[in-house]
């Protein structure tokens, strides 16, 4: 694969840029592979990246029923933070914020990481107890995250309303300096690059359609819409469509598909200086390159499969932003759209072996697993290719939800973004 450098770039700039190359194949399928990775979103490519990169196994390949990252890995607010309370969160999210902090030297391929700070607004006495409680434990796994009064808020981000007669007046926030954006699509597209270089077949319009099991219950293949495909090893990475995909295997999933939305504005000249997040108000607000607020909204109240969801939730979101934010009330709003978020009963993820033999599973990232891209596809290509967990995602099993050891961000942050 032909490197991205200073000397390629002027290169194809004197030739018309006719000289790139296609930036990943599109085999068919062959008979069989020694790994198959159900879903060619940002997590399911990394883990495939890592696999060839890390564990030398290449005889591997991405079954995408669509096209890649056209899951929620292209339909989500970038927000990358790793300030989680508990210590198994706090793990993998810092592991997955370290490899941020290369991945475009790693892959050859801008991600567009911003460490710009993620602040996140406190709104009431809960929110204060809450954020600070986040502040301490955050420092005693080493992980940056300090407490701003409401003028530090406003010192750090002025376009916050610190009127104090609002409805939801700010109290202080917590600031995470080391967080911050990364271009959604850029990832998935440097991942699968970086895979097809090294070997992996990314299959895209390819559906599974079933899971084939032997006679001693094992699984041992795929029945796509391009036929079928032997595995010696299957990683299910479907996010919102986890819960069908383990159904074909007979396995039964923890997990509820709920809509997610976002929304963009139309452009504007910098105005937005970092990410702020209000879990009180379920409002998410940042500014793009381009120009565009990323507003983030809140999950329908209902289960579904349908990528859009109710125009009241960003009805209400909006409300919200214009109260935090009275100079965006005159923007114009130019488009909205939704995911599938697969969400677990105590919001933290599920990475591991199945009571399937051969069968491995990546979900349960909900409403915020695009940070931990980088951090999933690391250790989940370690369970993959050792059969064993690697032990950051040691907690995070399936039989947690049958033993009682939750690791409950949902009673921790009431939100996952
Ligand atoms: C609106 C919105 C905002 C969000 N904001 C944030 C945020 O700010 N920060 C954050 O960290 N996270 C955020 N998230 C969550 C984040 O997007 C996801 O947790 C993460 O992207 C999941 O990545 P993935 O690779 O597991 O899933 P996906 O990118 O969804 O990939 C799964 C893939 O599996 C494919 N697939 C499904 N079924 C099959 C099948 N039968 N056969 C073949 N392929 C199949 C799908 O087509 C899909 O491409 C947000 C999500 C949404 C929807």
């Known amino acids: 694969m032909r490197r991205f450098s200073y000397r390629s770039l002027i290169s194809e700039a004197l030739n018309a840029h006719q000289g790139w190359q296609r930036q990943w194949r599109a085999p068919d399928p062959k008979p069989s592979y020694d790994v198959v990775i159900v879903g060619g979103g940002g997590h399911g490519l990394a883990t ?59 892959l050859n391929y801008n991600v567009m990481f911003s460490q710009r700070g993620v602040l996140m607004l406190a709104h009431n006495v809960h929110d204060v107890q809450s954020f600070k409680r986040h502040v301490y434990a955050n420092r005693l796994n080493g992980i940056d995250n300090e407490w701003l009064s409401t003028e530090e808020c406003k010192a750090f981000c002025p376009p916050i309303n610190i009127s104090q007669d609002i409805r939801y007046p700010v109290m202080g926030g917590a600031l995470q300096r080391r967080a911050g954006t990364a271009r959604h699509d850029a990832v998935a597209w ?21 899971i084939r099991r032997d006679a001693s219950g094992a699984a041992v293949g795929v029945e796509t819409t391009r036929g079928y495909i032997g595995a010696k090893r299957i ?13 074909m295997a007979g396995v039964r999933m ?30 998410y607000l940042s500014q793009s390159d381009k120009g565009e607020l990323v507003i983030g909204a809140g999950t329908d109240q209902y289960v579904s499969y349908s990528q859009q969801g109710g125009l009241h939730i960003t009805n209400h979101t909006l409300d919200a932003i214009c109260e935090m934010f009275p100079q965006f009330t005159r923007m114009k709003m130019l488009r909205s759209w939704g995911g599938v978020v697969d969400v677990t009963p105590d919001r933290s993820p599920i990475i591991g072996k199945t009571p399937v033999e ?18 999933s596809g690391h250790v989940f290509a ?35 973004h």
């Not at 200086?273 to 009180?280: D, E, F, Y």
């Not at 051969?358 to 951090?375: D, R």
Request: with cysteine; proline share 5%; charged share 15%.
């Open 382 to 416: 370690h369970t993959l290719a050792t059969g064993e967990p690697h032990e950051i995602n040691a907690p995070f099993t399936l039989d947690r939800f049958r033993t009682g050891r939750l690791i409950d961000e949902a009673a921790a942050a009431a939100v996952a």
């Open 190 to 210: 440097g991942y699968a690059r970086g895979a097809d270089s090294r070997g992996v077949d990314i299959i895209q319009n390819c559906e599974v359609k079933g």
């Open 358 to 375: 051969n069968l491995f599973v990546n979900c349960g990232w909900g409403t915020g697993g695009f940070k931990a891209t980088p951090g």
């Open 254 to 283: 923890p997990l509820e598909s709920y809509p997610l939305q976002a929304l963009v504005s139309e452009p504007v000249k910098p105005c937005f200086p970092c990410v702020v997040m209000s879990n009180a108000v379920h409002a």
């Open 48 to 106: 495939a990246y890592y696999l060839a990169s890390q564990h030398g196994i290449t005889n591997v390949a991405v079954i995408e029923k669509g096209w890649i990252g056209g899951g929620n890995t292209g339909r989500n607010t970038t927000i990358i933070r790793s300030n989680y309370l508990y210590d198994e969160s706090a793990g993998i999210y810092e592991h997955a914020l370290k490899l941020w902090e290369g991945l475009s030297q790693e």
């Open 235 to 247: 990683g299910v990475v479907a996010a919102g469509n986890t819960s069908v995909v383990m159904q």
